[in-house]
């Protein structure tokens, strides 16, 4: 896709570090999916996998957690939070 930003380039698949805040959790994940732009350096993280982080960054802050820095990994891997036991 054409960068939005500086509509100079066209953006190429890489990855990019993303933070996110929730409640009083900042959680930064490294190597997320992105589209990157070699002119501007604006990167677009990738929407699955943002919606995934911010699912995964609610339930961190539900639980407490005030930091954490992790390498992204897909879902099917990324370590998931006992929600459903905690009844
Ligand atoms: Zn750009």
Not at 20 to 29: A, F, K, N, S, Y
Not at 47 to 75: C, K
């Amino acid at each position: 896709m054409k960068c939005l930003i500086c509509k100079q380039a066209e953006t190429y698949p890489g990855v990019t570090t993303v933070t996110l805040e929730r409640g009083g959790l900042t959680l930064v994940v490294k190597k997320v999916p992105a589209q990157v732009c070699p002119n501007c350096g604006e990167a677009y993280a990738d929407e699955n996998a943002t919606s995934q982080l911010l699912e995964t960054a609610g339930e961190m802050a539900r639980i407490g957690t005030l930091v954490d820095v992790r390498q992204y990994m897909p879902p099917e891997t990324m370590p998931q939070y006992p929600v459903k036991s905690l009844n």
